[in-house]
C-alpha cells in the first residue's frame, strides 16, 4: 500500500489512494505526498523512502 505524508503534521498514513481531504491527525485541509518507495533501494518497494520524508 503507498505511504503519504501530511504536509502540515508531517504524520504518515498508510492509503489505497488519497480519498480524504482532511486529515485524521490534525484535521485540517492537507494535502498529502507520495512517501512510497517505488525502487530498489533505501528499503524497497512497499516501503516509505526515507529520502522523500519531511521532518
Ligand atoms: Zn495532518
Known amino acids: 500500500m ?3 505524508q501530511c504536509d502540515k503534521c508531517k504524520k504518515i498514513f498508510e492509503w489505497d489512494s ?3 481531504e482532511t486529515c485524521p ?3 485540517e485541509k492537507c494535502s498529502f505526498r507520495d512517501v512510497t518507495n517505488y525502487t530498489k ?3 524497497g518497494p512497499g516501503n516509505i ?3 522523500l ?3
Open 25 to 27: 491527525n490534525c484535521n
Open 2 to 4: 503507498p505511504f503519504f
Open 18 to 20: 488519497v480519498s480524504v
Open 53 to 55: 520524508i519531511e521532518d
Open 49 to 51: 523512502d526515507t529520502r
Open 41 to 43: 533501494d533505501n528499503g
